[in-house]
């Protein structure tokens, strides 16, 4: 449960190591506060003493499961925002390819200036970057990135930048090609939702 745990929180953002010990401990916490609530106010809500156990029982599975409720929330969360922020970010993205930079350090770029408008995608971004200095290849930085983040539109993008690695391709015409794509999808699920 601790490695899903740790998964969950740094897709929903939180990845220093106690991440889980503060959750969990918010779980338990979360827990215990409703467990005693409901233990101290089981005979001014039902009557019966059975029915006021099973109160308490159910009140503890409650507050267990509306702690992952609340992680799943700030995941989806953040899932939306990387969506909606990643045009904007491809096409910067592309601005920094024609300008005759390299995809890494246009990725190092975009992560930099989109520190103030996009936090999410810049962090994930520049967690990218480090971890191509580090010495990973792009590939692998950005296959973590988007195992990291869980969202599909962040695997489309890395599929095309690894495609692109692999086959030689134009860079930012691929970019601009996607980042075209994630507006008018934006656009259809703008009407979808209004429908």
Known sequence: ESSVTRKELAAAGFRVDH????FMGIRIACVATLTLLAFLLRHQL????MRGWILVGL???GAYFLTGFGLD??????????KLSLP???????????????????????????QG?????????????????????RAQALTHMAERTGESEVK????????????GTSVGE??????????????????????
């Open 59 to 61: 009140t503890a599975l």
């Open 174 to 195: 691929a970019l601009r090609t996607h980042s075209d794509y994630l507006r008018v999808r934006r656009t259809q699920d703008g009407e979808e939702k209004a429908g």
């Open 19 to 22: 991440s889980v010990n503060v």
């Open 156 to 167: 489309k993008l890395v599929s095309v930048l690894v495609q692109t690695d692999r086959f």
């Open 88 to 114: 904007d970010a491809l096409d910067l993205m592309v601005v920094c390819v024609e300008a005759g930079q390299g995809a890494d350090q246009a990725i190092r770029v975009v992560s930099r200036e989109l």
């Open 117 to 137: 408008t996009h936090r999410a995608l810049s962090d994930e971004l520049a967690l990218a970057s480090m971890e191509m200095r580090a010495g990973s290849t």
């Open 46 to 49: 039902v009557s019966g003493n």
């Open 73 to 82: 929330h700030l995941v989806d969360a953040r899932r939306e925002e990387l």
